[in-house]
């Protein structure tokens, strides 16, 4: 037997899917409190020392952070090709808007200190709300363009046609998902702010907090309410090939009210991931009231958890399906890399991972505590 052969095409598909997953929302879930404190960095700190306390609370980890963006652009590059291809085709004007911001990160992390001038430093402050808005905001309109479908088309050799335009992105639906998206990833700073600091600015991201929370909440819901009512969905209507060859046209598909919603009338056992959404957010406003301070961040990152992962779990086994083109919509089981280059991946995963993982805990054991005035006006220190 060849070795790659100890899993099937199918299994494997459906793992690299699940990681894909996991990836973006460790990203979600660890990158995403980074970009909500520079978010709430011109409202939880009113004065120097409090925005300086704000960003040291991300000040040693942010980097670290951004590798499971790093690992899930890598994915989708190695196990779902022709996802990058169209994706980072079609989003291009938007991907360039999303670095961009992110380079803002960086640059104001280590320029801002290095003049004493009030002018100086709060200019840099707003580069790290923008780094931190920006692709909050896309991330989210990106998502809800995907919920509707991304209008593109394969020719018979399989290249790729986009037919949209940037301000094509910027829908009404898509616009509710990016708002959404940016309640949740402030939410999720807030908690983080509260974990990690006291006093003013504790209190602060307490009040922000809440209200990002109970704005999740509705937002979740009135999206849901949109993808019911407004949204058609994507429905596979030919025989389903799941170990078949990578060609998205060998299928048909049609669109129709409701058919994301499909998935939870087949097996309502799924609802549960949906209702991770509300209850993670529900939990994070009533821990942030009553000053749950550990218990609050776990249910914050249990509604990232929720809300990124109803939307794969809604779609499957939909990837990114075509609005132009139904057809050629892109699926679990017709869009991945070849059998052998999925399982060459997934060992080099079952290595790696688990160290980057592992790594990561470390880190974040080590630099456990608040973070306090005196850490950051001690010169001997490395503070931001």
């Known amino acids: 037997m060849i070795l790659h ?57 942010w980097e670290g952070n ?33 670095l961009a911001a992110l380079i803002l990160r960086p640059v104001g992390f280590k320029y801002r200190s290095k003049k004493e001038d009030p002018r100086w430093r709060e200019n840099w402050d707003r580069a790290l709300f923008v780094g931190g808005f920006v692709p909050a905001l896309i991330f989210g309109v990106a998502v809800g363009n995907v ?20 301000f094509g992105l910027l829908n009404p639906f898509a616009l509710l998902c990016g708002l959404l998206s940016v309640a949740m990833i402030v939410m999720h700073g807030a ?5 990690k600091t006291a006093g003013p600015v504790n209190a602060r991201a307490r009040s922000y907090g809440s209200g990002a929370a109970l704005a999740v909440i509705v937002l979740f819901a009135l999206g849901g309410l949109a993808l019911w009512q407004f949204v058609d969905g994507y429905r596979i209507t030919s025989a389903i090939v799941t ?44 821990g942030l009231r009553a000053r749950l301070e550990l218990a609050t961040m776990a249910a914050s990152k ?14 499957f086994p939909f990837i990114l399906p075509s609005s132009s083109e139904p057809r050629a919509s892109l699926t679990v089981w017709d869009a991945s890399s070849s059998h052998l280059t999925l399982f060459i991946m997934l060992v080099s995963c079952v290595i790696f991972l688990p160290i980057i993982v592992a790594y990561t805990a470390w880190v974040y054991r080590v630099l456990w505590g608040k973070v306090d005035e005196r850490s950051i006006t001690d010169h001997g220190g490395h503070a931001y």
């Open 5 to 61: 052969e100890l899993i099937d095409y199918q299994t494997l598909r459906l793992i690299w899917w699940v990681l894909l997953g996991v990836l973006l929302i460790s990203f979600a879930a660890t990158d995403g409190f980074d970009l909500g404190v520079g978010i709430l960095l011109p409202f939880v700190g009113r004065a120097d020392i409090e925005r300086r306390l704000a960003i040291n609370t991300i000040g040693p980890v």
């Open 66 to 98: 951004q590798v499971w963006l790093i690992l899930g652009g890598g994915a989708i590059f190695a196990a779902w090709p022709a996802l990058y291809a169209v994706s980072f085709s079609g989003f291009y004007l938007a991907m360039f808007a999303i």
């Open 147 to 166: 919920l509707q479908g991304v209008p593109f088309r394969f020719d018979g050799d399989l290249r790729i046609f986009y037919d949209g335009t940037f």
């Open 191 to 195: 908690c983080w702010l509260v974990l």
């Open 243 to 286: 170990d078949g060859p990578s060609n998205p046209l060998l299928k048909t598909v049609a669109r129709e009210p409701g058919a994301w919603f499909a998935n939870y009338a087949a097996r309502p056992w799924l609802l549960i991931v949906p209702a991770l959404g509300f209850l993670g957010a529900l939990g994070a406003f009533a």
């Open 302 to 315: 249990l509604s990232v958890v929720g809300i990124i992962a109803t939307v794969g779990v809604s779609m």
